[in-house]
């Protein structure tokens, strides 16, 4: 694990200013709620987060799948696009913020972050077409920045839902 002084030294970094930029600028104005989780708990930190499995159908399975190669996007960008307009559709909400976790235990060095936001504005005159290019752009976006720690920048912008 990193000491403070490590880690403030590193954020300090052109690197890390620059990632710090695009998370300010991305995520400033963010309402910051969070919907309850489906088990009616908020996790304490640390904690597992309710989950709840998913089986899709052979012929729907294989329709994502050719959807994926026919639009060089994969099956994570059309299901993120599909729930960030389920999520449109439930709240009403045309500004939408997903927290997707990050892939670190396969690191061998200690990560400063664990997850990333990825906030979509949803405009309801888009095509689904037009929302999976706009979801595979701020994803892209959202990853190629992803080594910023969020609870500083959750933090500095004051928003609501510390580590969900």
Same mark, same amino acid.
């Given at each position: 694990?990193?000491? #403070?002084?490590? &880690?403030?030294?590193?954020? &300090?970094?052109?690197?890390?200013?620059?990632?710090?930029?695009?998370?300010?600028?991305?995520?400033?104005?963010?309402?910051?709620?969070?919907?309850?989780?489906?088990?009616?708990? $908020?996790? $304490?930190?640390?904690?597992?987060?309710? &989950? $709840?499995?998913? $089986?899709?159908?052979?012929?729907?399975?294989?329709?994502?799948?050719?959807?994926?190669?026919?639009?060089?996007?994969?099956?994570?960008?059309?299901?993120?696009?599909?729930?960030?307009?389920?999520?449109?559709?439930?709240?009403?909400?045309?500004?939408?913020?997903?927290?997707?976790?990050?892939? &670190?235990?396969?690191?061998?060095?200690?990560?400063?972050? #664990?997850?990333?936001?990825?906030?979509?504005?949803?405009?309801?005159?888009?095509?689904?077409?037009?929302?999976?290019?706009?979801?595979?752009?701020?994803?892209?976006?959202?990853?190629?920045?992803?080594?910023?720690?969020?609870?500083?920048?959750?933090?500095?912008?004051?928003?609501?839902?510390?580590?969900?």
């Amino acid at each position: 694990m990193k000491s #403070d002084f490590d &880690t403030n030294l590193l954020l &300090t970094s052109a690197r890390f200013i620059k990632q710090k930029k695009y998370w300010v600028n991305r995520l400033n104005g963010c309402v910051g709620q969070a919907l309850p989780l489906i088990s009616g708990k $908020e996790a $304490e930190p640390g904690a597992s987060l309710y &989950t $709840e499995p998913l $089986e899709f159908p052979v012929d729907m399975t294989r329709r994502l799948m050719k959807a994926g190669k026919n639009n060089d996007l994969s099956i994570y960008i059309i299901l993120l696009a599909a729930l960030n307009v389920f999520l449109h559709r439930y709240t009403g909400h045309d500004d939408i913020t997903v927290q997707s976790p990050l892939l &670190t235990s396969r690191l061998s060095t200690p990560v400063l972050n #664990d997850r990333v936001l990825i906030r979509a504005g949803i405009d309801g005159t888009d095509s689904f077409r037009d929302m999976l290019v706009k979801t595979r752009k701020i994803t892209l976006e959202a990853y190629e920045n992803q080594d910023y720690p969020m609870d500083r920048i959750i933090g500095e912008l004051d928003m609501a839902f510390k580590h969900r």
